[in-house]
């Protein structure tokens, strides 16, 4: 469950495209420029783990 993000068509096929990524302050940001897209939206009882994000954004060529 802490790697689970529930994201509509578009975003899931950006997200696994590495097109997107969720920054360390939860932010969506496209990966070609950093542009903020949104802010994630979280749901209290769902605990997403930092690190499968900081993985995420690995691949991405973002996580600093």
Same mark, same amino acid.
């Given at each position: 469950?802490? +790697?689970?993000? !529930?994201?509509?068509? +578009? $975003? $899931? !096929?950006?997200?696994? =495209?590495?097109?997107?990524? !969720?920054?360390?302050? /939860?932010?969506? &940001? ?5 542009? =903020?897209?949104?802010?994630? &939206?979280? %749901? ?6 930092? =690190? %499968?994000? &900081?993985? $995420?954004? =690995?691949?991405? /060529? &973002?996580?600093?």
């Amino acid at each position: 469950m802490s +790697n689970l993000l !529930v994201l509509c068509p +578009n $975003h $899931h !096929v950006q997200f696994d =495209a590495f097109a997107i990524y !969720v920054d360390a302050d /939860g932010m969506v &940001r496209t990966t070609a420029d950093g542009q =903020a897209v949104e802010e994630l &939206r979280r %749901h209290t009882a769902h605990r997403l783990s930092e =690190a %499968h994000l &900081r993985y $995420h954004r =690995a691949w991405c /060529g &973002r996580d600093d």
